[in-house]
């Protein structure tokens, strides 16, 4: 079993990473916090797992039935923060074009002139994306991978902050397009909603049942806050016994029994991010094999692919990674704690995929 691999062992060289980080911008991720939570009642760990993939420069999948607030948190997530933001309604007829934007020919100019799509803003709403055809899906691939687009030979770089936050309905299947496994695999992690509890749905009658509380959201972060938090949570430690538990665990998923097709390498960098960021919302310049654990399932479930006779059995892709996680080797470490500013608080952990019956 390995051992931690304590940060101060390294020169200090995370925590000169992390002074960088004032009680200002400690403070800017409780804003955003409160500021979203405010509109999702009863949801924090849902929340934590959106402002997880955002400082971990990832995108989100929100799945879910209809009528849970999953466009609400989308929408509740972009306006906490000053920046620019786009929301692409996904139908049969939507066009490639319309997403990453077109040549127009200039007729006093005499020349192509290029106007920009939705693409081009720093949170990029996408509602119902399973709804577009395989075409229009494959628009986002160069965007969300390398941050940029290609139109007649020519690449645009996207603004930074930039992330896509798209939802979908897993019930409702006609007239819907299923994401490819590429596609699937460029978001960082899928979380679902869920029903709330009867105190917060009788909260949310209280709340909502007026007017809709994203009518009086006003930004409580600016986009230029957010890039130092990214650039700090790129600072966080990881361990080699860290490291090395996150690879076991996605290379269990190559050669389950259970699994035709397991999780790629890019599964495993997304989830060593998201563990950083994990480790920086809970005010640690380390990230533990807890962070790790605790995203396994948002991050890894929806790309795996069970086997006909798993489906048969009525095997989960979400159960398949509880059973890993059960049967890899968890490495040592020490109990201590430390961080900045108390950037994180106590919070429940992230969601676990419900296991749903086919």
């Not at 020169?11 to 960088?20: D, I, L």
């Not at 929408?75 to 127009?104: E, H, M, N, Y």
């Not at 390498?265 to 605790?294: C, F, I, M, N, W």
């Not at 692919?305 to 490495?331: F, K, M, S, Y």
Request: net charge negative; charged share 20%; aromatic share 4%.
């Amino acid at each position: 079993m390995s051992t931690y691999d304590d940060p101060a062992s390294h020169g200090g060289a995370p925590a000169r990473a992390y002074s960088r980080v004032g009680d200002d911008l400690t403070a800017t991720v409780e804003r955003v916090r409160g500021s979203v939570e405010g509109v999702i009642e009863g949801k924090p760990e849902v929340v934590r797992l959106a402002l997880t993939v955002l400082l971990a420069e990832g995108h989100l999948l929100i799945e879910d039935v209809p009528g849970v607030g999953k466009t609400m948190l989308a929408k509740a997530l972009a306006r906490s923060i000053d920046c620019s933001v786009r929301r692409i309604q996904f139908t049969p007829d939507l066009l490639p074009s319309d997403i990453t934007g077109v040549s127009i020919w200039d007729q006093q100019r005499r020349d192509f002139e290029f106007k920009p799509g939705a693409i081009f803003a720093q949170i990029v709403i996408g509602d119902e994306i399973n709804r577009a055809s395989p075409k229009t899906q494959s628009a986002l691939l160069e965007s969300m991978e390398e941050r940029q687009v290609t139109i007649d030979g020519q690449t645009y770089e996207l603004p930074s902050p930039f992330m896509v936050v798209a939802t979908q309905n897993p019930v409702e299947m006609e007239g819907t397009y299923p994401l490819p496994e590429a596609q699937r695999d460029r978001f960082m992690a899928r979380v679902s909603v869920g029903y709330p509890s009867v105190e917060a749905e009788l909260q949310m009658l209280d709340i909502h049942g007026g007017v809709s509380p994203l009518e009086d959201l006003q930004p409580v972060a600016h986009a230029h806050e957010i890039v130092k938090l990214v650039e700090a949570v790129r600072g966080v430690h990881v361990s080699e016994a860290v490291r090395r538990y996150a690879v076991e665990l996605v290379a269990a998923t190559r050669t389950h029994p259970d699994l035709r097709l397991g999780a790629s390498p890019r599964a495993t960098l997304h989830l060593l991010r998201a563990a950083k960021a994990s480790a920086a919302l809970a005010g640690r310049e380390y990230a533990l094999p807890d962070d790790v654990q605790a995203l396994a399932s948002a991050v890894l479930a929806h790309r795996l692919l069970p086997t006909a006779q798993a489906q048969l059995n009525r095997r989960t892709a979400e159960q398949v990674v509880l059973e890993i996680l059960q049967h890899t080797p968890v490495p040592a470490v020490p109990g201590r704690q430390g961080g900045f500013g108390g950037l994180g608080r106590n919070v429940p952990a992230y969601p676990q995929q419900p296991p749903r019956s086919l």
